[in-house]
């Protein structure tokens, strides 16, 4: 090895340099384990606190005049929790739609299907210490029911 003296301050500067991104690659990757811990053990309680605030949109709805349900519809021994969130309008042109959703526990995402054969996914991320559900931004479980049901009602309504 060569004397560090000898190294022309050049060489020493990209040395420093690549030890740093090294040294930065390596706390990006220890975050993203401790991200995947955190989706994997508080997954599980956003995915119940988004339950509750389908709940309460859907049965909120009957103040805009239509109805809204939260169902159950996990299939026993299939591993993951399953409901579906229905939005209807009783007229003389009854309307109705629905969505489906899926969660494994300790998965990082929560997959939607509609009626209309759309399907998306609530992607789980780490977001200031807190789980949220990332759409175009980080939502909270409240915003998460809103992102799901207002579509419902848009197309229920028109």
């Not at 690549?18 to 930065?24: C, H, L, R, W």
């Not at 709805?61 to 026993?76: E, F, H, K, M, W």
């Not at 809103?146 to 229920?156: C, H, K, L, S």
Request: glycine content about 6%.
């Amino acid at each position: 090895m060569m004397n560090d003296s000898a190294v022309p301050d050049w060489i020493k500067r990209i040395k420093e340099q690549e030890d740093q991104e090294k040294a930065k690659d390596a706390a990006q990757t220890q975050q993203q384990t401790a991200d995947a811990q955190t989706v994997r053990a508080k997954g599980p309680e956003f995915w119940k606190q988004l339950l509750e605030e389908l709940k309460v949109t859907a049965d909120s709805l009957q103040v805009i005049g239509l109805q809204g349900s939260v169902s159950d519809i996990t299939t026993a021994g299939a591993g993951e929790e399953a409901c579906q969130v229905s939005v209807a309008a009783a007229s003389t042109r009854p309307r109705r739609t629905y969505t489906n959703l899926f969660y494994s526990p300790g998965q990082a995402f929560i997959r939607c299907h509609t009626a209309e054969e759309k399907a998306f996914r609530l992607v789980l991320r780490v977001v200031g210490g807190q789980v949220k559900a990332m759409n175009s931004s980080p939502m909270n479980p409240a915003e998460a029911a809103e992102a799901i049901v207002r579509p419902m009602v848009g197309m229920v309504r028109s």
